[in-house]
Structure formats: C-alpha cells, structure tokens
C-alpha cells in the first residue's frame, strides 16, 4: 500500500512537512488535546520554521528556556506551549536515546509486530493508551505500515468510520470525525447523569 498525502492541516506546507518526516507526524500527534487537529499538526512546521530543522536531536539539545520562548511565540504551537515544549523536547530526547533519533524505527526497527508497535508508541513520553492506538491506526490506514496485527493492536480506531485522527484524509472526513466525537462526549455525559 502507498502512504497516501496526508491532510491533517489547512497549510499545504505543513501537510507536506508530516508526509515527508516521521518525527513531524510524532510531534502533531503529542500536540493533538485541548487543540484542534489543525492546530496541532501545524505545530511540527512551526517548529521546524523557527529552529531550522525538525531534528530529534537538535529540538532535544536546544535549550529548554529557548525552546519554550520559540514555540510561545505567536502564532504559539500549541494552547499551552510551554507545557507542550517540555513534552516535544521529552519525546525528541526519548527518540534519540532509543532509536538514534529516528522517528521511523519506533514502528519499522527490527520489523515489529502491531502489538510491538503499539507497546512502543505507548512507551513514548506523552503517548498514552488512547493516543498510541490512534496513531497506530494512523500509520495502518494512511502510511502503509503492514506490520502482522496492527489491526488488532489498534482496537476501535482501525475500524472503518471516522473515530480519530487516523481517519481524516479531508476537511469533509474532518468535519465527520468531529461529529464522532461530539456524539461520544453526549452519551459519555447522558450515561453519567
């Protein structure tokens, strides 16, 4: 399977930026709570705009105050930058002491199997249960990865449908992954009352 073009972003450039480099997709998926999905997977481009490069290691070198500062400059990578600056610079320093700074091996290195993958991605810093499975069905269903079980390891999100991120390939797939959302949130809070 071809990985298809990613739209995940109403900026050209940065969709562009998430096809051609594994840490960019990683560091939208870190910057995907309490933002749009636009937003977020915006940030990697802005980042890589205002330091030069998207390198694990230069972003996990790059000194924390700095760091903080570029990406709470306008427009901000995130509703919380300096938070989330920490948690990119965690994640590009995780890369870097497991995987030599090469965001692809978490899923490709030593051909792991979608159980493998999925305990990888949960194992990154500020990758929990839910966000790992999605991103797990984000590479399934968009960036060709044919590891034996990612189905099965992504659970729900590599069902057919529009549930997640995984499943936005448009602004009308977006618009049908919201109302998804938005309909789980009123049955979580009707089950509660």
Excluded at 64 to 77: D, G, N, V, W, Y
Excluded at 98 to 124: H, I, Q
Aim: a positive charge; proline letters at 5%.
């Amino acid at each position: 399977m071809t990985p298809m073009a990613t739209w995940l972003t109403t900026d050209t450039e940065a969709n562009e930026l998430l096809d051609r480099e594994p840490l960019a997709l990683l560091i939208g998926m870190l910057l995907d709570q309490q933002v749009t999905v636009e937003a977020a997977f915006a940030g990697p481009r802005k980042i890589r705009d205002r330091i030069g490069s998207l390198d694990a290691a230069t972003i996990a070198e790059y000194d924390p105050e700095k760091f903080a500062a570029l990406c709470s400059t306008p427009p901000a990578i995130h509703r919380f930058p300096g938070a989330m600056a920490k948690r990119v610079q965690a994640l590009c320093a995780d890369l870097v002491d497991a995987y030599d700074g090469d965001a692809e091996a978490v899923w490709t290195a030593g051909k792991p199997n979608g159980a493998e993958v999925l305990r990888r991605l949960r194992a990154l810093p500020g990758f929990g249960e839910a966000k790992a499975k999605i991103f797990l069905a984000l590479l399934g269903k968009q960036r060709g990865l044919t590891a034996t079980g990612w189905r099965k390891a992504a659970g729900d999100y590599a069902r057919k449908g529009h549930r997640s991120v995984a499943d936005i390939v448009d602004q009308a797939s977006l618009h049908q992954v919201r109302a998804y959302k938005k309909e789980m949130k009123a049955a979580a809070k009707a089950a509660k009352n």
